[in-house]
């Protein structure tokens, strides 16, 4: 089992950071692959970003060059660096976990709220 908590989000204007964390329970967090999904309102959960133990990284195409992710294996903690934020970034963000030979992600936070105002 893996626990999943998410930090960092909040109220940021157009143009403004953030930065989020997802503090990972368990002592084989190095093994998984880490995601970061949002859900605005009235939409679709959707994919954001992903990085593999060994550092493969995957963006969503309305995220690239804004947003980075990172890992810390050291502190099993995943990172969303999320810069020149717009109001169409506004949502629940939500740190996921998978084994790389699940398909499906099988742990989830509980969600951050990311508002951008404009």
């Known amino acids: 089992q893996v626990q999943l908590v998410e930090s960092g989000g909040g109220l940021v204007q157009a143009g403004g950071s953030l930065r989020l964390s997802c503090a990972a329970s368990?002592?084989?967090?190095?093994?998984?692959?880490m995601g970061w999904f949002r859900q605005a309102p009235g939409k679709e959960r959707e994919f954001v970003t992903t990085?593999?133990?060994?550092?493969?990284?995957n963006y969503a195409d309305s995220v690239k060059g804004r947003f980075t992710i990172s890992r810390d294996n050291a502190k099993n903690t995943v990172y969303l660096q999320m810069n020149s934020l717009t109001p169409e970034d506004t949502a629940v963000y939500y740190c996921?976990?998978?084994?790389?030979?699940?398909?499906?992600?099988?742990?989830w936070g509980q969600g951050t709220q990311v508002t951008v105002s404009s």
């Open positions: 996921a976990a998978r084994l790389p030979d699940r398909s499906q992600y099988e742990f």
């Open positions: 368990g002592r084989t967090f190095s093994r998984y692959v």
């Open positions: 990085i593999s133990w060994y550092g493969i990284i």
